[in-house]
């Protein structure tokens, strides 16, 4: 199921269509769209038995026009120098379309991580680290990996420990990476954000009654029928917030062991354990096993999130889709070509280097509190609690109504780190959104939200050329 052009040619030619409706000089829209830096390189690792095995890996640093770039760490076994590039290119994008202010960069390592020890993964994350210093491809200033497929806070640990090991003099040296455990310089919130922020992003588009309308469904989140592809980091986080917390029901998943449908609505907290039990999502209680996997994405549904990988839906498949709006949660797992056809048959897609950002919204707080060294929240909470009870107790006075005990908690209380990253995420979600959204009025609807996406993107980072000029 590949699509006619890689994956790097695909969110070029998004950039070409989105760049053809601004009226940027032709050199800066190339400086735009252009890789800065690429690395490939290899190393070897010892394995567990003894033998020695050479590992291929790679960095591309997109865009420098802000420092640090960022971007997560792959391992899989399909990581080519195209992809780390694409990748890399939908991080410029994306930071530029939530205001976080780095450039754009992506990693991979060319393993399959299910087939090494903790051991054999900590030697390859090290070395990786180890090598990425030696190339200045790594640093809170230079460029800040972050997660991605198979890789995870433990892994963000390694490459932290691995970084300050080798820069002792470096006092920020934690800003190094992010997604760490909260213990090591984490922050509250980031495992969960990226799904979370697919949450607030669904939602805000379902609110908006006349989109919904144009797509013949009800406004609001609510009930709509959601089926979900991936359940790791990403699918699961978006799957429990949108169910849990938007109230929508989950009739459908996927994962690497097949696919299951249950139209009257999966608990996913329930369907995880099931997993957790047996090794597969397979025979959940009351779901239907279907006979392929892919045949999840063929499901009868509202709102579809590819949360796997690139290229899940291409011109093989995308006909076959039922669902009105899919948000992908993934990066590019929507080919380019799909996306046309999805947009001309009035498929509404929320496009990643949108719908995805929230975790690399989360980790750049979690950088600004490397930096700052305190946890947010630290200063300001018993200071806000205290102002509101005396809020309280002058409106008590004014009023004579005395509040509860309960009420004067809730309303009186200082926020935690969480709150406050939580706070961020939404408000980035949502206005992130109406960004799109204007710029798609803007151009008269004749456009989709990715093209939309990528001109508001384009904007910014021109105008940082432009304020800025160019070196030297
Ligand atoms: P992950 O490794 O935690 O989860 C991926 C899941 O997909 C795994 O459970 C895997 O078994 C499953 N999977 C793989 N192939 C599948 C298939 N063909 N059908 C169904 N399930 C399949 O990775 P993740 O961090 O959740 O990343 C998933 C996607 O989200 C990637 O495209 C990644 O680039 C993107 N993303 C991740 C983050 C983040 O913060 N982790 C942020 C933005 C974007």
């Given at each position: 199921m590949s699509p006619a052009i890689s994956f790097f040619a695909q969110v070029n030619r998004n950039f070409d269509r989105a760049?053809?409706?601004?009226?940027?000089?032709?050199?800066?829209?190339?400086q735009i769209r252009a890789i800065n830096g690429v690395i490939h390189f290899t190393f070897p690792i010892k394995r567990d038995d003894g033998s020695v095995e050479v590992i291929h890996a790679w960095r591309a640093e997109h865009s420098h026009h802000r420092l640090p770039t960022k971007g997560g760490i792959r391992y899989a076994e399909a990581v080519d120098e195209d992809e780390v590039k694409a990748l890399a290119a939908l991080m410029t994008y994306k930071c530029a379309i939530v205001d976080v202010p780095f450039g754009g960069a992506k990693g991979g390592v060319k393993i399959d991580a299910r087939t090494y020890s903790t051991e054999e993964l900590e030697r390859i994350t090290r070395r990786y680290t180890f090598e990425l210093f030696k190339k200045n491809f790594i640093g809170p200033s230079l460029d800040v990996p972050a997660p991605d497929?198979?890789?995870?806070?433990?892994?963000?640990?390694?490459?932290?420990?691995?970084?300050?090991?080798?820069?002792?003099?470096?006092?920020?040296?934690?800003?190094?990476v992010t997604a760490k455990p909260v213990a090591e310089g984490g922050i509250h919130g980031r495992v969960e954000a990226t799904g979370r922020g697919v949450f607030f992003g669904l939602r805000e588009a379902c609110d908006v009654v006349q989109d919904m309308a144009a797509l013949g469904l009800e406004p609001g989140l609510q009930g709509k029928r959601v089926v979900v592809q991936g359940l790791g980091n990403v699918g699961y986080h978006a799957a429990k917030f949108i169910e849990e917390d938007g109230q929508a029901v989950i009739v459908g998943a996927m994962e690497v062991e097949g696919a299951i449908s249950k139209p009257e609505g999966i608990r996913i907290e329930e369907l995880m354990e099931h997993r957790r039990a047996t090794g597969s999502i397979l025979g959940f209680a009351g779901a239907r096993d279907l006979e392929r996997r892919e045949l999840g994405l063929e499901l009868d549904c509202d709102i579809l999130v590819p949360a796997a990988l690139e290229n899940a839906i291409t011109m093989d498949n995308v006909a076959a889709v039922k669902a009105k709006i899919v948000a992908e949660a993934a990066n590019g797992p929507v080919s380019s070509e799909a996306s046309d056809y999805l947009f001309e048959h009035g498929v509404m897609v929320l496009p990643d280097a949108y719908i995805n950002a929230g975790g690399v919204t989360v980790s750049y707080f979690e950088w600004l509190k490397n930096l700052e060294h305190v946890r947010f929240g630290r200063m300001v909470k018993r200071f806000e609690q205290r102002s509101a009870r005396g809020m309280l107790a002058a409106i008590e006075k004014a009023t004579g109504h005395v509040f509860t005990e309960d009420e004067a908690c809730r309303f009186a209380r200082g926020p935690e780190e969480i709150d406050l990253v939580n706070s961020g995420l939404e408000e980035t979600m949502i206005d992130g959104f109406h960004q799109i959204r204007e710029m798609r009025k803007r151009q008269g609807d004749r456009i989709d939200l990715r093209t939309a996406s990528m001109v508001v993107a384009i904007d910014k980072i021109a105008t940082t050329y432009s304020d800025r000029g160019i070196f030297p």
């Amino acid at each position: 199921m590949s699509p006619a052009i890689s994956f790097f040619a695909q969110v070029n030619r998004n950039f070409d269509r989105a760049a053809a409706l601004t009226t940027y000089a032709r050199g800066i829209l190339e400086q735009i769209r252009a890789i800065n830096g690429v690395i490939h390189f290899t190393f070897p690792i010892k394995r567990d038995d003894g033998s020695v095995e050479v590992i291929h890996a790679w960095r591309a640093e997109h865009s420098h026009h802000r420092l640090p770039t960022k971007g997560g760490i792959r391992y899989a076994e399909a990581v080519d120098e195209d992809e780390v590039k694409a990748l890399a290119a939908l991080m410029t994008y994306k930071c530029a379309i939530v205001d976080v202010p780095f450039g754009g960069a992506k990693g991979g390592v060319k393993i399959d991580a299910r087939t090494y020890s903790t051991e054999e993964l900590e030697r390859i994350t090290r070395r990786y680290t180890f090598e990425l210093f030696k190339k200045n491809f790594i640093g809170p200033s230079l460029d800040v990996p972050a997660p991605d497929f198979a890789t995870g806070p433990r892994e963000m640990a390694w490459i932290a420990d691995t970084y300050a090991t080798l820069a002792p003099q470096d006092i920020n040296a934690l800003g190094c990476v992010t997604a760490k455990p909260v213990a090591e310089g984490g922050i509250h919130g980031r495992v969960e954000a990226t799904g979370r922020g697919v949450f607030f992003g669904l939602r805000e588009a379902c609110d908006v009654v006349q989109d919904m309308a144009a797509l013949g469904l009800e406004p609001g989140l609510q009930g709509k029928r959601v089926v979900v592809q991936g359940l790791g980091n990403v699918g699961y986080h978006a799957a429990k917030f949108i169910e849990e917390d938007g109230q929508a029901v989950i009739v459908g998943a996927m994962e690497v062991e097949g696919a299951i449908s249950k139209p009257e609505g999966i608990r996913i907290e329930e369907l995880m354990e099931h997993r957790r039990a047996t090794g597969s999502i397979l025979g959940f209680a009351g779901a239907r096993d279907l006979e392929r996997r892919e045949l999840g994405l063929e499901l009868d549904c509202d709102i579809l999130v590819p949360a796997a990988l690139e290229n899940a839906i291409t011109m093989d498949n995308v006909a076959a889709v039922k669902a009105k709006i899919v948000a992908e949660a993934a990066n590019g797992p929507v080919s380019s070509e799909a996306s046309d056809y999805l947009f001309e048959h009035g498929v509404m897609v929320l496009p990643d280097a949108y719908i995805n950002a929230g975790g690399v919204t989360v980790s750049y707080f979690e950088w600004l509190k490397n930096l700052e060294h305190v946890r947010f929240g630290r200063m300001v909470k018993r200071f806000e609690q205290r102002s509101a009870r005396g809020m309280l107790a002058a409106i008590e006075k004014a009023t004579g109504h005395v509040f509860t005990e309960d009420e004067a908690c809730r309303f009186a209380r200082g926020p935690e780190e969480i709150d406050l990253v939580n706070s961020g995420l939404e408000e980035t979600m949502i206005d992130g959104f109406h960004q799109i959204r204007e710029m798609r009025k803007r151009q008269g609807d004749r456009i989709d939200l990715r093209t939309a996406s990528m001109v508001v993107a384009i904007d910014k980072i021109a105008t940082t050329y432009s304020d800025r000029g160019i070196f030297p």
